[in-house]
């Protein structure tokens, strides 16, 4: 990381603790991401100056089968707009127990501190951890609330995430059930004048035998990755914890979860995956050009004549033509396609849906 080293200040002399950083986890640091300017701030914890410098292979002088005499670690260009969060964050013992700071390391993430630092330290572990329900019956079941460390969110157990009553105290509001893990979607067909969603019947016909894998991209407990399993197809399930569990629900489900913000690119190689599916995440709030390095990111991980399901799209009516342009310009085959009015919303919004087949590109 010779590029950021005008970054940093000296490092501290005793490199055996940690560096002298306040360690408060309150958010009093959010202007940073605002600020935009990398300046010339000091990052001043030592765990960091030891991460971004190069380690040298043991045999020093000789390549290893990478091809390098060393690798370097990687530290986002975001990192340098965000100081203090970061030197929170590389403060701890090395082969201690990490601090329970993983609202901050999200905050990096989400301020564009992504792929997130690695740490030398030990997650800290539920207090009275309880073994995951087998795999016949994780999927359809609460899990037990013991698994999960609840001390940053809102909700304090699951009677809170699952009622009604709690809806506006969660801090979170995409997914209003999607801690009923009882409540399935998309197996029902619909009355296609109301509503824009598909089924996965209707989805999966389309394509017999040749979805297998694939990516949800959404915020969700992996609800939709559970009935997909069910007809034996593997699914990734990408969400960020905002203000609610998601990660460690979907994994104590069973799944998979994918820990990843909408500024990262997905740890997938081109190519790969048979299906990218998206509900109620990408909508009106997007901007077209983020809209269009995300579309391009699932376009790149897709295999020829994969599928891209963009599931209940919704914006403001006088936007919709705006958003449509930017999937039509992607030049997919249209399979399923749907506009319907957004009831809810005084009829100013739409509902988008769509299921479109990746062409070959062969020049």
């Known amino acids: 990381m010779d590029n950021l080293s005008h970054l940093y200040g000296d490092p501290p002399i005793n490199q055996n603790e940690m560096s002298n950083v306040d360690e408060d986890l309150s958010e009093s640091e959010d202007s940073e991401v605002e600020e935009g300017s990398l300046g010339r701030k000091i990052f001043s914890s030592q765990e960091l100056h030891n991460y971004t410098s190069p380690k040298p292979n043991k045999q020093g002088g000789k390549k290893n089968f990478l091809g390098v005499e060393a690798v370097y670690l990687s530290i986002g260009l975001g990192c340098a707009r965000m100081p203090t969060n970061l030197d929170r964050f590389m403060a701890y013992k090395v082969y201690g127990v990490c601090p329970d700071d993983w609202i901050i390391g999200q905050k990096l993430m989400v301020g564009g501190c992504e792929p997130l630092l690695r740490r030398r330290c030990f997650s800290k572990s539920p207090p009275h951890y309880s ?7 994780s999927l359809w079941f609460q899990p037990s609330e013991a698994n999960i460390l609840w ?21 979170f509001f995409k997914c209003s059930d999607c801690f009923d893990l009882s409540k399935q979607c998309w197996v029902i067909p619909s009355n296609e004048s109301e509503s824009a969603e598909f089924t996965i019947d209707e989805v999966l016909r389309l394509k017999p035998g040749e979805i297998r894998i694939g990516l949800d991209y959404s915020p969700t407990t992996g609800t939709f990755a559970a009935i997909m399993k069910e007809n034996n197809v593997t699914i990734a399930s990408a969400m960020l914890n905002l203000a609610v569990p998601f990660n460690e629900v979907i994994a104590l489900r069973g799944l ?7 500024g990262s690119r997905l740890p997938f190689f081109d190519n790969t995956l048979d299906i990218v599916h998206t509900p109620l995440f990408l909508d009106g709030w997007i901007g077209l050009e983020l809209l269009q390095y995300v579309l391009f990111d ?3 991980i897709l295999r020829s004549k994969g599928l891209l399901w963009v599931d209940s799209f919704f914006c403001s ?3 919709m033509k705006l958003y449509l342009d930017e999937f039509t310009r992607l030049g997919y085959k249209k399979l399923l396609w749907g506009v319907v009015p957004k009831t809810d919303k005084h ?13 070959r590109f062969t020049n």
Do not use: M
């Not at 001390?151 to 801090?171: P, Q």
């Not at 009829?347 to 062409?359: I, M, Q, R, T, W």
């Open 151 to 171: 001390n940053h969110y809102k909700c304090k157990d699951y009677t809170c995430l699952a009622s009604n009553k709690t809806i506006g105290k969660r801090g």
């Open 131 to 137: 073994k995951p329900l087998p795999t016949n019956s």
């Open 256 to 262: 998979l979860p994918l820990y990843v913000s909408i």
């Open 347 to 359: 009829g100013d919004e739409l509902f988008f849906s769509a299921v479109l087949e990746k062409p």
């Open 298 to 300: 699932w376009d790149g």
């Open 317 to 319: 009516k006088e936007d």
